[in-house]
């Protein structure tokens, strides 16, 4: 039988080589892959840090423009806010905000967030907006004094309607000023009595409005009793203080719940600072006492056993009482005292008091407040991601 010799001499290393390359190929895959992989991830992580640039951007915004920057802006027309957000003491990120209006108190926020940090990977954005409206107060700008109690006026007490700017602000600061307001606006029924040498002016001097309600020292446009005090600067639970400007070295000390404010020259930090103070229970206000903003006491009375200087809105949902012969109030802007929605409540008015109405006041101290004059997000949905929707021109 004839054998057929074949020659297999290299077979072994051809088959090793083959292997060789398939478990390279495999392993070059998967180099590839996990590469692939970690590019991915570095590329969302630095997508997800753009988008909290973004919100960072858009959160500083709202927390930091004020009404009045914004409610002259024209269709067309926007404002611009740039910052940095650092991480661990490293900027990680650039914003760009730009604010439109909409119409009425209606605006739309759009926050860019771009990422400085990363080396080649550097440079991821994400844009996201919100549709804002700035919040309204309307709170009543008619008289020096509503209240829906009775009132004794007494001494020499002085309640002008005539609308002023006080005279410790420049000008500049005050818009022109509106024709005479009521002194005294009251129910049809509330008692007003007069003995000594007081003094009442306004157009009319005391208004009776029948249409007066409690309901009126509690809702002030969009915002309620419950509301203001959500929103206060500096909830006290009453008792005796005397507020003063407070400073750490020339910064104004904000966290102070005994600084309301300084109105009175020379301008400092603390001049364009008017809070919401929120008394839970009667006040009294001692001696040489001054602030500015907008002062609630809700439950309780307020008194005054001192000289007390107050620019802006005080709201009381009991009685006010200026105690004679200490006590010595002086309002600039307008007064509101609910009497506990009992017309036989009486404030009293004795001694030297001083209520002079005052739209500049009023109005300062609600454009100037960080709690109410920004831009809030609208309810239900005001949030879009505005990264997919390419760029805007």
Known sequence: MNRIHRNVQGFALATAILALVVVGALVTAGFFAASQEGRVGTS??????????????????????????????????????????????????????????????????ESLGTVTQGGRYAGAQRRIGMVTRTMELRFPMTAALTTFGGINLRGNALISGTDNSPDVWPDSLCDPTVPTESGIRTTMTSTIGESGNPTITGNPRIERDPTLDPTDFEDFGDVDIEALRALATHIIPGGTITPAPSFTGTACNRLSTSNWGDPTPPDNDCSNYFPIIFS???????????????????????????????????????????????????????LLTKSNADIEDNSEFRGT?????????????????????????????????LTAAGVQD
């Open 353 to 385: 008091p001083v209520l002079q109405f005052s739209t500049c006041t009023v109005t300062r101290a609600v454009q100037e407040n960080d709690a109410v004059a920004r831009l809030f997000p609208v309810h239900k949905r005001s949030w879009v991601d």
């Open 44 to 109: 969302n992580a630095q997508a997800d840090l753009a988008f909290y640039v973004a919100e960072q951007g858009l959160q500083n915004t709202l927390g930091t423009v004020k009404r009045r920057q914004v409610r002259n802006l024209q269709p067309g027309q926007t404002l611009n806010r740039t910052g940095s957000v650092s991480v661990g003491g490293r900027v990680v990120g650039n914003y760009v905000a730009t604010i439109r209006p909409f119409g009425g108190e209606l605006y739309f926020v």
């Open 280 to 334: 839970t229970s009667s006040l009294s206000l001692g001696a040489n006492g001054v602030g500015q903003g907008i002062l609630v006491v809700c439950p309780g009375d307020l008194s005054v056993t001192g000289r007390f200087e107050f620019y802006g809105i005080v709201i009381v949902c009991g009685v006010f009482n200026n105690n004679r012969g200490s006590g010595n109030a002086e309002i600039h802007g307008t």
